[in-house]
């Protein structure tokens, strides 16, 4: 099984950058593409893709959001962070079937 | 406007089933594989199933697999979920996803979830 490890939380400053980290136990990538997707999961919401394949913009996110990554390591960074942006956060590896990560929950300074 | 809406949550009792129903509108059902992802209370999400578009293929985690069983019906625009021997552990709520496969390597995963249903495994 792909097991995905995020911290569980992180404060940062609004108009400041936050950099949400997520690892893998394995290689995530094949034929080019690295199978990372992220999603924002606001309370008493469903979850929201905002990145899918490591760096690509869901539709209708601000460019704001940005991925990165590769292999077993990723980030998601959120720049400038915004009041809205509180949220828990997760990745999610489709690899090798589906799995997600813990979740980051976001907080404001 | 895609929407999934989600039904057949309910309180049932440890070791008996219960079947959900998720209706698609909005999209080509037959063009996208769908999923089922589960969040118990205040923990975080878990995935419990998937289905390929013509129903052909099922994935399930060692965690359901054998109790639960992922299935469409593409006339109906209709997805499903049959869970059997439910346990405790299995309260959760339970969201409808669907997933686009560009080609055999591109996808956009989970890009739609409904509002989800909650399934609550008492006695």
């Known amino acids: 099984d792909i097991v995905l490890t995020q911290s569980p939380a992180l404060a940062v400053s609004l108009g400041q950058r936050a950099t949400i980290s997520c690892k893998t136990n394995q290689n995530v990538d094949y034929y080019g593409n690295s199978y990372m997707h992220w999603y924002q999961q606001k309370p008493g919401q469903q979850p929201k893709l905002l990145i899918y394949l490591a760096s690509n913009l869901a539709s209708g996110i601000p460019a704001r959001f940005s991925g990165r990554g590769s292999g077993t390591d990723f980030t998601l960074t959120i720049d400038p962070v915004e009041a809205d942006d509180t949220a828990t956060y997760y990745c999610?590896?489709?690899?090798?079937?589906?799995?997600f990560g813990g979740g980051t929950k976001l907080e404001l300074k | 406007e895609v929407q999934l809406v989600e039904t057949g949550g309910g309180l049932v009792q440890p070791g008996r089933s219960l079947k959900l129903s998720c209706v698609a509108s909005g999209f080509t059902f037959n063009n996208y594989w769908m999923s089922w992802t589960r969040q118990a209370p205040g923990k975080g999400l878990e995935w419990v199933a998937s289905i390929t578009n013509s129903g052909g293929s099922t994935y399930y985690p060692d965690s359901v697999k054998g109790r639960f069983t992922i299935s469409r019906d593409n006339a109906q625009n209709t997805l499903y979920l049959q869970m059997n021997s439910l346990r405790s552990e299995d309260t959760a709520t339970y969201y409808c996803t669907r997933e686009e496969r560009i080609t055999m390597m591109v996808l956009i995963p989970f890009d739609y979830w409904g509002q989800g249903v909650m399934v609550t495994v008492s006695s």
């Open positions: 999610q590896q489709s690899r090798n079937l589906w799995t």
